[in-house]
């Protein structure tokens, strides 16, 4: 059974406006979200990450939110913009190894 | 961040046969995994590349079916054995624990070998 869910394959949004990803976990042991963008025929790379004693962390354009009572996390991305577009994997550090649970990612289109 | 390179960067392969794939990082770094992708699915952690030691495997993945190498702290090997087309993948290695950085939670990506089983 899958314990990090991004139930939205794919998202498409305007250039502009704001996208939201949205990913949940089953896990109440997981205390750390990451947050990866995959462009094809390149490996994940690392956008943003939080903390479960947060529920806010920003970087410029992202802003991971983090409600533990739902076990629900998102990714705002604004303004978003024709580069953002791409596979976004939610991922919970919490694996037998100190390895990374994914979800199945979210492809977001920004339409110019 | 750790710079992350991967050889091949894909193959087509005849089944029965193996392949083996190469991962290289360009500081020392504490952890190294190789994760799969499936069409259409996530990532899925295949195991942890131990330095000096044999790889921990995830429920699974078995050694005689991917032995993994890890002969220091910058470099391992994953080999896929006795390929079947079920085995056609992208295999992709991550890195955690680089120098410098205070967090042990991001892990880097390489970019991944494209592989596929006629």
């Known amino acids: 059974d899958q314990q990090v869910k991004q139930n939205s394959p794919s998202l498409s949004v305007q250039e502009g406006r704001i996208s939201i990803l949205n990913c949940d976990y089953t896990?109440?042991?997981?205390?750390?979200f990451l947050w990866y963008k995959k462009y094809p025929a390149e490996g994940p790379t690392f956008l943003i990450s939080i903390s479960s004693i947060k529920d806010k962390n920003e970087d410029g354009r992202f802003t991971v939110f983090l409600n533990k009572s739902a076990k629900h996390l998102s990714l705002h991305i604004v303004p978003s913009q024709p580069g953002d577009s791409a596979v976004y994997f939610c991922?919970?550090?919490?694996?037998?190894?100190?390895?990374?649970?994914f979800g199945k990612g979210t492809k977001l289109s920004v339409k110019p | 961040s750790a710079v992350i390179s991967q050889k091949p960067s894909r193959d087509i392969c005849q089944r029965g046969t193996s392949l083996t794939i190469q991962c290289q990082v360009d500081s020392q770094v504490t952890m190294m995994f190789w994760y799969r992708q499936q069409p259409g699915q996530s990532l899925t952690l295949i195991a942890t590349a131990n330095q000096g030691s044999e790889a921990t495997y995830e429920s699974g993945f078995v050694i005689d079916k991917f032995p993994i190498s890890r002969p220091n702290l910058t470099f391992s090997t994953l080999t896929v054995s006795n390929m079947s087309p079920e085995d056609s993948s992208i295999y992709l290695c991550s890195a955690a624990g680089t120098s410098g950085r205070s967090s042990y939670n991001e892990q880097f990506f390489g970019p991944g070998t494209r592989l596929t089983v006629l």
């Open positions: 991922a919970a550090l919490g694996g037998s190894q100190g390895n990374l649970i």
């Open positions: 896990n109440s042991m997981f205390d750390y």
